[in-house]
């Protein structure tokens, strides 16, 4: 007898994880107004999967086209037997690096050495801003903001930036840099 859910079967594809693993779903664009844009105006989009458990928050998939997008929670669906996630298109790598500490040898205090080199990450990055200049130097700085998958924390540096502000929303990362 045909259903609706074996209906919505045929719209599945073939999704690849960033690490290869293949999974069906479907990648569809969301009404405006139904989920908050979270001050990102790149076209929102939406994954739909029937199987519990075979994408989470912060992974990253590719679709037929190759694009990469970071995945993201979205919360209860609607429909059942179906879970829904959040996409947000990669469209840079940057390089990720955090000061490390240690232990001055003589005086036994810690302090911060070299940078570690932690490698690329993916991001969206949008909304390019300036901040009011600094009351004591007068000089005003471009901020960008970030979404990224990798567990940033503030003072790291991200292309030659330093995280000034961090928030965790929807399971994925949300950083200021300039």
């Not at 810690?110 to 009011?132: H, K, N, Y």
Request: glycine letters at 8%; a negative charge; one cysteine or more.
């Amino acid at each position: 007898m045909p259903s609706l859910q074996s209906a919505a079967l045929r719209f599945q594809t073939t999704i690849v994880k960033e690490n290869g693993q293949p999974f069906y779903g479907t990648i569809m664009p969301v009404e405006e107004g139904e989920i908050p844009s979270y001050d990102f105006s790149i076209p929102r989009l939406m994954l739909r999967t029937t199987v519990q458990g075979i994408v989470s928050p912060r992974n990253i998939i590719l679709d037929d086209l190759s694009q990469r997008y970071i995945v993201a929670s979205h919360g209860h669906s609607q429909h059942g037997g179906h879970f829904t996630f959040r996409l947000f298109k990669v469209n840079a790598d940057f390089a990720w690096k955090r000061a490390t500490t240690g232990k001055d040898t003589l005086t036994g205090l810690s302090r911060e050495s070299a940078e570690q080199d932690l490698g690329l990450i993916p991001c969206l990055v949008e909304m390019t801003g300036r901040q009011f200049p600094d009351s004591v130097t007068n000089i005003a700085e471009e901020t960008r903001r970030i979404l990224t998958s990798a567990e940033l924390a503030l003072g790291d540096r991200v292309d030659d930036a330093i995280v000034r502000r961090i928030d965790t929303a929807l399971g994925v990362t949300y950083g200021e840099i300039s």
